[in-house]
């Protein structure tokens, strides 16, 4: 490797252009044949001019190439003044360029990037990346700045103006030349930026040199916006010769400050400004920037300014624009006097009321002056319907607006604001409101949802959402709770450019919100705590005080203070939130115990390692007994088909895992030190978190790839199931039976509607897909989309994430054999001949398990035999092992003498030196889930001795910590999580990725070096020491050279940004999946020209009244449709089923028509918020995706999209329930736990026989009303996925009914 150093280069001459002369000449004889790659790779720097706006370079450059010998001859041929000419020579005046042998050593991260990876080639790509960078180069002056809302008729109002309060005008000329406003396109990050002077310039006499020095130090404001953010783009006539251009925008910009550094005249320091995210500039901006941040106006200070905006606008390809004759207005719409206004009205109101009216708001969907204009209607409202259904027709506004917004009109044609509320009012039936009771649920409440950005505080909801120990206590009160997001403006985790101060940003944002509390509709709302799953999404919980029925008044430190004993945790801030935290994890609950039926246990110690951390035993009558509880539920999921072998808890201060013991008798529950983290009083109701009750499949993931193909896994091995997997979802897509096994049940998409369990039951009856050939074919487009929606997500996740199943493999919660049976010297002992490479194998042979499999209708699997044990996340190569699987227990073991042995668990043993979960990936008991991989494919030849790192140091203080240091510690952690998920694991991984031609992979020393510190990252959670990034390993490569794999969704972040073609396993499999059609419905998703959610086209039809709807429905009898030759086919596959318990002649009852109707407008109402709220874009989410559970749209972070679809999923999931449970006629009655129990159990006695028929009946009228309003190209939004729901309540009816009749001995 050597370096040469080139000078006299023109400026003409940029980067693309010279490396491709210089290819020419590498590539060619003689220099092609002194590497074994004729087409050697090497690297070019041009010595770029410095300062923030310099452009182009200083004439000189580094050429790095792979071999000395190559330089050598190189410098040989052109390193004389008699060299041949170059191109370029003399272009520059009369001297020619110049080579010579560099004096420094090639850069660190050059070096192995030239020698692994192969030449890329793209200097054309470069080239034109240069020349839009040089089309974008010019500055545009303006004179002004402003920020404005767009009103209902058009107009822009002025609501904030940098003259106002950067009056920079005053200063002259010198103002103009040093502090003017200037709009500059960053092509690298695709952004405008404008920059407005800082303060001090305008004071400073212009004196010369003095002036121009302190005015590069001053801070500057700027103001930024992402290309992507630009929705409409206008050209305001001329005005004074100063045309002005309108920014309509679908997220507000950036604001940050941004000042050089005091080194910046040292040549060989960075001078890059030090940028600092801000919340607002000073002066009024602060009061304005929360509302009036979308629309942004700029006054250009001249006409040639605007052209050449204009010019620069069409390259960085901005909306087509529109030349508009209008000037702006001044409303004050968001003047001091409105906002005081505003809060003032609101504070008196009822909170649910005022929470609502703040959301419009705050959203942006409506002014304060519109809706201080709805006072009167309001209070109207209120004494008519009551604070609750007043607060919801106020939500149901409110997703009208959002609507409104978009598109000018409402989903149902309203255009002006008082329509939009007169059909919200409309909306909200009484079936409505009994969707969105939560009371008949204690696992679920209406959850009010805040999120804060760096310029706003957002308001949203609420929506159904698990409960807590916490909620569940004051469950009366449960609107005095808010959940507490922090993200950006896109509502995505906080990233960070290079360079930017993003952590005193997050310190500043997030803890001075969690330190001084949040004012939501005059409410001060306090910091209280945060479960673990809610802060890795950057949440937690807030509240107010309240008083109780008993007078007791109620405040974040009371509830805090009733928790528990925390007293030997009071000087560690980090460990005493995490306690605290277990209060706030999400449950359901189960059954109360006795305090005389706890008994404590010893924890198995050995050797410093704990082999029953977090895990405690259970009686199979209790077990039985929860089982029973948690399937009790009205409208509840839960069906264990298989008796769950263990569960995830909660009880007061202990935590963990719950496994079925068969010593144990009655209600009885053993618990171990290691589960109990405080002393908490009260009850010892036991809450559940998860159930064990069966396995769940193995997939595998980037992490585990690269750590197996470290071990000598080929990538061969990877390949085949990739290819097996996309066949799989290929195949699916041609048949019905097999879209249900694969893509809906083993990818878990469908889950909320049963899409699974309705596909199958079609398929029974001869129905299926145009491929599959059957006795009808379902010909729908809706269900066609909807699979290809499924397909094309699975194979993103496949592409990106590289989770690819492994079948014949098992996910199985992790127990401990506390009989001791299993013992680790006497399993490999007996099976030598199952090792590859007995000398490297000796760690692993102390490790044996017990595994179980058991399945629905399915015969028990005991495995037997070696099989590799891994946990995730993998980030060191010791993460692993192989493990001997026992089979069925011998005659002997006391295992046998189990009734219910354990199903979907591996028990791991309780003797050796070292617990084997802790040699996963740190792991433990307490709910840990363990993939058991039996495919020899995926088996290496050895596995890597596991990892070992040191306890993390734990945080203490020199005092009892307040709430003010657990504030402090959330701010922290949001910073270290951004780290960790936003450097260390990706770095592993491309730093993994770039040791492959040395074959270290995993094991390189940085590799290992990036896993102790993901580990560190971890464990800050509840250590409270961050880890530091001073201890980053330096990078391999240059930063802007990234595997081709890495790039993510959205393509290169940075137009700078290079990547290569992996040669690991990654690379592989990343290039051999084609996602066209599915970034094809992603950017249809994205620029969809209408509404989706619009019941009826707006012009020229009206919606059918009921009357319409009444008259249609009686030309149905109960098999439907009279006209057999229009009956579609699931209805005729379905007919003769039905007739055996309906009567298929008779009309429909006009109030069952009715009442299917109303079910169907209050499904479709509550259906377009949800799609509303969880979408990733600024459009609504389409009825396909929200069937599958899927969110088409592209992002640059697919775990926030993954958070989105499991509240999607929540929602749906919740709506579906209702919308069955009025089917099945549960909605009125008593609270009674057993009623759905008693319901089915009534019915195979045959005393229910009428609710059963009933039920039967409602469903199959629901799915007749489905089928008109899903027809045609007039289809209404929400009619395809009702009628899967009634098909579904169809189908679940059937099954009752059924088990009546076999059970009564009819069939």
Not at 214 to 238: A, C, K, Y
Request: aromatic share 8%; charged share 25%.
């Amino acid at each position: 490797m050597a370096s040469i150093f080139m000078t006299d280069i023109p400026n003409s001459v940029n980067h693309p252009s010279l490396s491709k002369e210089l290819a020419k000449i590498l590539h060619s004889p003689p220099f092609n044949r002194l590497t074994a790659d004729e087409r050697m790779n090497f690297h070019v720097y041009l010595h770029r001019k410095r300062g923030n706006r310099a452009r182009g370079h200083k004439g000189t450059g580094i050429l790095t190439l792979p071999t000395a010998t190559v330089a050598q001859y190189f410098l040989s041929t052109y390193g004389s003044p008699l060299r041949p000419t170059l191109p370029f020579d003399y272009l520059g005046g009369h001297r020619r360029m110049a080579f010579r042998l560099s004096n420094r050593d090639p850069e660190p991260g050059i070096v192995p990037m030239i020698l692994q990876t192969p030449y890329a080639g793209d200097e054309a790509q470069e080239q034109e990346k240069e020349e839009k960078e040089e089309k974008l180069a010019d500055l545009v002056q303006a004179s002004s700045v402003q920020l404005g809302w767009r009103c209902r008729d058009d107009a822009v109002s002025i609501e904030w103006s940098s003259s106002t309060d950067f009056p920079h005008e005053e200063a002259g000329d010198h103002a103009e030349r040093l502090g003017g406003i200037n709009l500059e396109f960053v092509e690298d990050t695709r952004e405008l930026w404008i920059s407005l002077p800082g303060s001090f310039i305008s004071s400073v006499p212009d004196n010369g040199l003095l002036s121009g020095i302190l005015s590069l130090m001053e801070p500057t404001l700027h103001i930024g916006l992402r290309w992507n953010r630009v929705q409409r783009l206008d050209f305001e006539r001329e005005q004074d010769n100063r045309p002005a251009i309108v920014f309509d925008l679908y997220r507000p910009p950036n604001f940050e400050r941004r000042q050089a550094p005091l080194a910046m005249f040292n040549s060989f320091q960075d001078d890059r400004p030090i940028r600092t995210p801000l919340t607002s500039f000073p002066g009024s901006h602060g009061r304005v920037v929360p509302y009036a941040s979308l629309v942004l106006r700029v006054e250009c200070a001249s006409t040639h300014d605007f052209q050449t905006f204009r010019r620069m606008a069409n390259v960085a390809s901005f909306p087509s624009p529109t030349y508009i004759y209008t000037e702006p207005v001044r409303r004050h719409l968001f003047s001091q006097s409105s906002l005081c206004q505003f809060d003032a009205w609101v504070a008196q109101l009822d909170w649910p009321i005022a929470f609502q009216l703040v959301a419009i708001r705050d959203n942006l969907y409506a002014d304060p002056i519109e809706l201080l204009e709805l006072r009167g209607r309001l209070t109207i409202m209120e004494q008519e319907y009551g604070v609750a259904k007043t607060s919801e027709i106020l939500r149901l506004f409110r997703a009208r607006l959002a609507t409104l917004s978009w598109d000018g009109e409402d989903e149902r044609g309203a255009t002006t604001v008082p329509e939009c509320l007169s059909k919200a009012a409309k909306d909200v039936t009484e079936l409505h409101m009994s969707l969105r009771d939560q009371t008949r649920n204690p696992g679920y409440f209406n959850c009010y949802h805040v999120t804060v950005t760096p310029t706003r505080i957002v308001p949203d909801g609420p929506y159904p959402d698990q409960s807590n120990r916490v909620l569940r206590r004051y469950a009366q009160y449960t609107d005095c709770f808010l959940r507490v997001a922090f993200a950006d403006e896109d509502f995505l985790s906080f990233r960070w450019d290079w360079g930017v101060q993003g952590e005193d940003f997050v310190r500043l944002r997030v803890g001075g919100s969690l330190k001084n509390g949040l004012v939501i509709a005059g409410r001060k709302y306090q910091f209280l705590l945060f479960s673990q799953s809610a802060l890795k999404e950057h949440a937690v919980w807030f509240c107010r005080p309240f008083t109780e029925s008993n007078g007791q008044l109620v405040t974040a430190d009371t509830i805090r203070e009733s928790l528990g004993d925390f007293k030997h945790l009071e000087c560690q801030p980090a460990r005493m939130a995490a306690r605290m935290s277990q209060a706030f994890t999400a449950t359901e609950p189960s059954v109360t115990l006795e305090i005389e039926e706890i008994f404590p246990a010893a924890d198995i110690e050995r050797n410093g390692s704990n082999f029953t951390d977090g895990i405690g035993d259970i009686s199979p009558d209790m077990a039985a007994e929860i089982a029973r509880s948690l399937q009790s539920r009205i409208g509840g999921k839960k069906r264990f088909f298989v008796a769950p072998s263990a569960y995830q808890f909660r009880m007061g201060g202990y935590k963990g895992v719950l496994a079925v013991d068969y010593k144990l008798r009655d209600m009885e529950i053993k618990l171990r030190k290691s589960q109990s983290k405080f002393t908490s009083p009260g009850t010892h109701e036991i809450e559940i978190a998860q159930a064990f009750h069966k396995p769940k499949p193995v997939y595998l993931n980037r992490n585990l790839i690269m750590i197996l193909e470290t071990l000598g896994v080929p990538a061969n091995a990877f390949i085949k199931l990739q290819d097996e997997a996309v066949d799989d979802i290929n195949m699916a897509t041609l048949s019905l039976r097999d879209c249900a096994s694969f893509l809906l049940d083993m990818h878990g998409c469908g889950t909320s509607f049963r899409l699974s369990s309705v596909f199958f039951s079609l398929s029974k009856l001869g129905i299926g897909l145009r491929d599959e050939q059957p006795t009808h074919v379902l010909d729908d487009k809706f269900i066609n989309r909807a699979i290809e929606f499924a397909a094309n997500h699975i194979l993103r996740v496949i592409k990106h994430k590289a989770r690819i199943p492994v079948k014949g493999s098992y996910t199985l919660v992790g127990v401990a054999d506390i009989h001791g049976y299993l013992k680790p010297d006497e399993v490999f002992g007996e099976h030598r001949g199952m090792k590859s490479d007995e000398d490297k194998y000796t760690h692993a042979d102390l490790l044996s398990a017990k595994v179980c499999i058991k399945e629905r209708d399915k015969k028990t699997i005991w495995i037997e035999g070696k099989v590799l044990v891994t946990r995730s996340p993998q980030a060191h190569p010791g993460d692993a092992q192989f493990v001997y699987a026992i089979g069925a227990p011998p005659p002997d073991s006391p295992f046998t003498q189990e009734r219910n042995p354990r199903p979907n668990s591996i028990v791991f043993s309780t003797n050796g030196l070292r617990s084997v979960p802790s040699m996963l990936a740190g792991g433990d008991l307490d709910g840990d889930e363990f993939n058991i991989i039996c495919n020899p494919a995926l088996w290496p030849p050895s596995c890597d001795p596991p990892a070992a790192y040191p306890p993390a140091v734990i945080k203490t203080l020199d005092r009892p910590c307040n709430v003010n240091d657990i504030a402090e510690w959330v701010a922290e952690y949001i910073n270290s999580d951004i780290l960790a998920s936003g450097m260390i694991s990706q770095d592993l991984l491309i730093r993994a990725d770039q040791s492959h031609g040395n074959g270290l992979m995993a094991r390189e020393p940085g590799c290992l070096k990036l896993a102790e510190l993901a580990s560190a990252a971890v464990d800050f959670a509840k250590s409270g020491t961050p880890v530091d990034r001073k201890n980053l390993p330096t990078p391999l490569f240059h930063r802007s050279y990234k595997p081709d794999w890495a790039i993510g969704e959205m393509g290169p972040g940075r137009s700078g940004q290079k990547t290569y073609m992996s040669k690991t396993a990654i690379g592989k499999l990343f290039r051999r999946i084609d996602l066209s059609n599915a970034d094809r419905l992603a950017d249809l998703q994205a620029r969809k020209e209408h509404n989706p959610h619009r019941a009826i086209p707006r012009k020229g039809k009206a919606r059918r009244d009921m009357d319409e709807l009444s008259r249609e429905l009686e030309r149905l009898t109960v098999t439907g449709i009279r006209r057999a030759d229009s009956e579609d086919s699931i209805s005729f596959a379905v007919r003769n089923r039905l007739r055996r318990y309906v009567d298929v002649d008779s009309p429909i009852q006009p109030e069952t028509a009715n009442v299917a109707a109303e079910q169907f407008d209050a499904y479709v109402t509550e259906l377009r918020c949800i799609c509303s709220s969880n979408t990733l874009s600024n459009k609504p989410l389409t009825e396909e995706e929200v069937l599958v559970g899927t969110i088409a749209t592209k992002t640059s972070q697919p775990r926030k999209r993954q958070n989105l679809m499991a509240q999607l999923r929540t929602q749906s999931d919740e709506l579906v329930k209702r919308i069955k449970a009025e089917l099945a006629g549960e909605r009125s009655g008593s609270n009674d736990d057993d009623d759905r129990q008693s319901r089915g159990s009534a019915a195979r006695n045959g005393s229910s026989e009428l609710e059963l028929e009933e039920w039967l009946l409602r469903s199959w009228v629901a799915w007749h009303v489905s089928i008109p309003k899903g027809a045609g190209d007039d289809a209404r939004f929400g009619a395809k996925t009702f009628g899967i729901i009634a098909l579904g309540s169809i189908f679940e009816c059937l099954r009752e009914l059924d088990e009546r009749d076999r059970l009564a001995g009819g069939i």
